[in-house]
């Protein structure tokens, strides 16, 4: 308390010593020729000079006052006006309270993140026509106010400057009573927001098409819809010394494995930070691999998908003003699965992802190989495959390496500006990337033409992963299998994927083996790995995670064979 | 980060160890050889080395799937350019080649190896010792046999063929396209050549206009070529080894030929020695499809009488052409390597008793696919 205060104190020493120089300035000017907004300058500072040095002889009789509301209304609107210096969103007005009892009162809220509506017409009319036949004393007055705001909305008091300037900063109407310590704080958060969206970045053929949007409540009631169950809890957290960001922990309670909460929630906790500007800033706090080029937590935008995984016994983390959740742990295989894959047969889940699978192996080994098997290993190529490379690279003035290099290039500048693009000309460009300019560079012979196949397919496999963080560390081990391709051929390639499968061996986010279920080996996990099983039969859940419950609800028994009959009877 | 430190170093310390591994040239600067072609030289002692590279029209033809047309040095169009190099050893010849080539001599993509059947002893013995020194050399390439000059061989192009030597990996890739499979590996006549007690046959090529027969094989012994089987007689072989696919033979009935085809042959041989001489007994079950057959009468009661009428045609055909191998002292089936294996010190016995060995035949045939569906 000491320190706010000597804080607080030097403060006002430093804005009296800055009116000082001012002063000193206009002094000198006015030797010169004084002007009329200079005049206005300096009297601007002097009246802020003469506030400060009230609030700061105020609270040098009492040292505690710069933490608590001492009741004095004209000493907390000074002091709001100084903290929010000429914000012109904050809003300070003073009014009487009663008609009869004329009690000075002050308001505070910030003009956008409040209902208008709810601050005039609910509150403030009421207060200001509030008849009591009582004897106006503090205690009184803050009864009646109560009583009469009641209806209004959730109604709380307070004595402490941090949480009333918090509350009031975050859409709450604060109303401070002449002489009454307790600040009533009324939640009256209104404030324009996205709809509910549909989801555009983790798009599925059918089922849910619910995404999240940028409100911290909102992620909650709409989770709260997949989960009518009082297990499913969310614990707040504020991040963000400056933001002060809302972020909420959820996961359902009796699943969820209780050290993995208490870690997670701990670092959570931890994180020392000035803002929060999206779910990004939080996560990277968490992982315990923080150099990993793999991502150690999922971020994403389907409600149904966060439901389906917190049931699984992960973690979800919502941060207000982002629409996308934090899952965790994560493992390799949570970064290859969609809800898509859940939402249509069994057997298309499992297609896809061997597809994704697929991709991702064309993606990573297909330019590498074609390298290796045309500067190295030329020996394992099929001879009628390498005359057919031989033939396409006639006259090509370049190693297949600055081919790729090449390529790569090319279809990341295309990416990048389609990613910048508005979508109707990001079509276009894609177009003319792919067309006009894969044509017109083999027509020049800069690259030849199973160069420009293969770069497509590498591109396209690349980025198969449903969840795009995971396409960027395969995008950039891409470049390891190439250097080593160019080196040692196969050889090489194999000894860049021993380490990379060594690597992910290593990682272990939260505990959870990155590899699992494939290293440490569970047999039973495979059902819902790379080939998705019917949904009947997915009844544990995985066990990398440690729910404190593994076994789901109790399957029915298999429904008897049943055929209508002729009559329209069964038989 | 101490960690990944470590492992760059590790990598960094590793990978001058690993240098050899791998070579790392560009395509374009490679001559890729695609037929060695061994003949005679014009001195007594010397070597011709041939090597067939293809053009870059010939590239050209292979990416449009497609023949070019022409082949060799005389053709506007040719697809295939033959290079050739004499010495005393391939290694002189070899050189010879190179300086003609202003890219290396890559033969990693060798598809076939020719041997003429002009050659010596002795010469076939430098070039396997060659053949099988040289790491480079992709040992899956098929070995034949040629009569002809090998500049008329290599400078045949095939019609169907967008180039000559994928001509051979198209026909002897596809086991239902030959009436005896005749492709030898050259690994597998490495092996042969190092081999005691057993002798080698290779397919023989055999240039025509515009493609190339396939259809005969040359029996070597002691690596001088010995014997050109003739088409009949290499089927009777290719049942010996299981490499008959579509043999045929015609049963008479009443005049009327019955047509016996697509017959293969399972072979099982044995040897006794009673009273100290070599017997050995050959057991033959051969399949086929009856085919030609009177198109009025009903093929199921004939079939016993038919099965029996081709095995005893191949077991006589078979044993006199085993007793002609056996007398010329020929072993292609392999059966003295299982004896020296047994009793190394044994050549001289093995090869007496090969010569006068005494053979037994037995075949049994079964016939299927008899049309009377149709």
């Known amino acids: 308390m000491a320190k706010t205060f000597r804080i607080k104190k030097h403060e006002t020493f430093s804005r009296a010593s800055h009116t000082m120089k001012t002063l000193n300035r206009v002094r000198k000017q006015m030797v010169q020729g004084i002007q009329t907004h200079q005049l206005s300058d300096l009297t601007r500072s002097l009246s802020r000079l003469d506030k400060n040095v009230s609030v700061a002889m105020h609270e040098a009789q009492d040292p505690g006052s710069a933490d608590w509301f001492d009741g004095d209304i004209e000493m907390a609107s000074t002091r709001l006006s100084h903290m929010v210096d000429q914000s012109p969103d904050v809003i300070i007005r003073t009014f009487e309270v009663g008609k009869h009892w004329h009690w000075p009162a002050m ?12 601050i005039d017409q609910d509150t403030v009319q009421r207060l200001m026509d509030a008849a009591s036949k009582e004897k106006p004393t503090p205690e009184a007055v803050l009864k009646a106010c109560k009583m009469l705001l ?7 008091s307070t004595q402490s400057w941090d949480s009333l300037t918090t509350k009031a900063l975050t859409g709450n109407l604060v109303i401070f009573l002449q002489d009454v310590p307790n600040v009533l704080i009324i939640d009256t958060v209104k404030f324009p927001a996205r709809g509910i969206p549909s989801t555009t970045l983790e798009p599925s053929v059918k089922g849910p098409q619910e995404a999240f949007n940028e409100v911290g409540l909102t992620h909650m009631d709409q989770l709260r819809r997949w989960i009518r169950s009082p297990s499913l809890h969310f614990d707040p957290h504020t991040v963000g010394v400056i933001s002060k960001s809302p972020v909420a922990i959820a996961y359902i309670k009796g699943v969820v494995n209780e050290e993995l909460l208490a870690r997670v929630t701990d670092r959570v906790e931890r994180i020392q930070r000035d803002l929060v500007t999206c779910a990004n800033d939080v996560g990277e706090y968490l992982s315990g691999h923080r150099q990993s080029i793999f991502p150690q937590y999922r971020l994403t935008e389907r409600v149904d998908w966060v439901a389906r995984q917190l049931g699984q016994g992960k973690i979800a983390i919502l941060v207000e003003n982002d629409p996308f959740a934090i899952l965790l742990p994560v493992t390799l295989m949570d970064f290859y699965q969609t809800s898509q894959d859940y939402a249509l047969s069994w057997w298309d889940g499992t297609l896809v992802r061997l597809i994704r699978l697929s991709g991702l192996i064309v993606g990573l080994y297909l330019m590498p190989l074609y390298i290796a098997l045309t500067s190295v290993n030329t020996v394992l190529t099929p001879t009628p495959l390498l005359l057919t490379i031989d033939a396409s690279r006639q006259g090509i003035p370049f190693p297949p390496v600055v081919e790729v290099v090449i390529m790569y290039l090319i279809i990341e500048i295309l990416r990048e500006a389609s990613n910048r693009l508005p979508k109707q000309l990001a079509v276009t460009l894609g177009t003319v990337g792919a067309v006009v300019v894969g044509t017109a560079i083999v027509k020049a012979g800069i690259v030849d033409d199973v160069m420009i196949v293969s770069a497509t397919l590498t591109a396209l496999g690349l980025f198969t992963s449903p969840a795009f963080e995971m396409s960027t560390p395969w995008r950039w081990l891409f470049w390891a299998m190439i250097v080593g391709a160019y080196f040692l051929g196969v050889l090489g390639m194999v000894l860049v994927t021993v380490a990379i499968v060594a690597y992910l061996a290593s990682l272990e986010p939260f505990g959870v083996p990155y590899l699992t279920p494939f290293g440490p080996v569970r047999l039973g996990a495979w059902a819902d790995a790379w080939v998705r099983l019917p949904t009947p039969v997915l009844r544990r859940r995985p066990i990398a995670l440690r729910p404190k419950v593994r076994q789901g609800a109790q399957n029915n028994p298999t429904p008897d064979q049943f055929r209508l009959g002729p009559q329209g009877g069964s038989r | 980060m101490r960690r990944l430190g470590a492992l760059m170093l590790l990598l960094i310390a ?44 010939g590239l050209a033809s292979v990416m449009a799937g497609g023949a070019a047309g022409g082949s060799g040095g005389g053709s506007s169009k040719k697809t295939t350019v033959v290079l050739k190099g004499t010495g005393a050893t391939v290694a002189k010849a070899f050189a010879q080649i190179q300086a003609e080539s202003n890219q290396d001599l890559y033969l990693g993509q060798l598809q076939a190896v020719i041997f003429s059947t002009q050659l010596s002893q002795a010469q076939m013995e430098v070039i396997g010792s060659t ?19 090998l500049d008329k061989v290599l400078h045949t192009e095939p019609a169907v063929s967008p180039m000559a030597p994928l001509y051979y990996a198209t026909e002897f890739s596809c086991s239902a396209c030959q009436t005896v499979r005749l492709d030898r590996r050259i690994w597998s006549v490495e092996k042969r050549m190092a081999a005691p007690a057993v002798d080698l046959w290779l397919p023989l090529l055999k240039p025509e206009k515009a493609a190339f027969q396939l259809d005969q094989a040359v029996l070597y012994h002691h690596l001088k070529a010995h014997t050109i089987l003739t088409p009949e007689k290499t089927e009777l072989l290719g049942y010996l080894l299981g490499r008959t696919e579509k043999g045929f033979v015609d049963v008479p009935w009443h005049g009327f030929p019955v047509s016996i085809r697509g017959m293969a042959s399972r072979t099982h041989f044995s040897t006794q020695w009673p009273n100290g001489h070599l017997h050995i007994t050959v057991h033959m079950h051969i399949m086929g499809e009856a085919n030609g057959f009177p198109i009025n009468r009903k093929i199921g009661w004939h079939v016993p009488w038919m099965q029996a009428a081709v095995s005893r045609q191949i077991a006589n055909r078979e044993l006199r052409f085993l007793e002609s191998m056996s007398r010329e002292n020929i072993d292609v089936l392999n059966l003295g390597e299982a004896y020296l294996w047994q009793h190394p010190h044994q050549g001289a016995r093995w090869s007496h008793a090969y010569r006068h060995a005494q053979w037994t035949v037995h075949a049994t045939t079964t016939l299927s696919n008899l049309g009377e569906g149709t």
């Open chain 2, 14 to 57: 590793v990978g001058p160890g690993l240098s050899g591994c791998g070579s790392n040239q560009l395509l374009t600067h490679r001559a890729l050889v695609l037929a060695l072609g061994f003949g005679p030289g014009p001195h007594k002692r010397d070597l011709a080395l041939y090597m067939q590279i293809p053009t870059p029209q």
């Open chain 1, 107 to 118: 308001l505070v809220y910030v003009d956008g993140l409040a209902s208008n509506e709810m």
């Open chain 2, 131 to 149: 053949l099988t020194r040289l790491g480079q050399v992709d040992k899956t390439a098929y070995a034949l046999a040629a009569t002809a000059p």
């Open chain 1, 150 to 156: 009641v209806t209004v909305g959730h109604v709380t």
